[in-house]
């Protein structure tokens, strides 16, 4: 299973950016996103489970963040609007290979393969 995200980049506060994961090697239940800042703990962003086309958010991105998902090109996107300071990470895209239950979509350990993480830098 392989995972390549791209898309970061520097933006000032109050643009956008489009990141895009593609996915190889293996089927998937659930793909998501996280972030990680500098000296933080890698954090949830959103998810989507494909099973019943269900889309998780945390809050400090609903509204601003949409994830969708391009069944043809095996890719899942997430749009970043309206971005602040505070969305400054390493953007990682996840995947799981089975069934996740919906108190298990934020979880770190729900995911067994991660893509190596695309750098979104705001700037205020």
């Known amino acids: 299973v392989q995972l390549q995200a791209s898309g970061g980049g520097l933006v000032q506060a109050g643009g956008s950016l489009k990141l895009s994961c593609g996915a190889s090697?293996?089927?998937?239940?659930?793909m998501g996103w996280f972030r990680q800042a500098p000296g933080k703990e890698r954090e949830f962003v959103a998810a989507?489970?494909?099973?019943?086309?269900?889309?998780y958010y945390a809050g400090s991105v609903k509204g601003r963040f949409t994830i969708s998902r391009d069944n043809v090109k095996n890719m899942v996107y997430l749009q970043m609007n309206d971005l602040k300071s505070e969305d400054t990470a390493v953007y990682y895209c996840a995947a799981s290979t089975g069934g996740v239950i919906s108190s298990s979509v934020a979880l770190v350990r729900t995911y067994s393969a991660w893509g190596q993480g695309t750098l979104v830098t705001v700037s205020s």
């Open positions: 090697g293996g089927s998937f239940g659930t």
């Open positions: 989507w489970r494909f099973g019943d086309r269900k889309t």
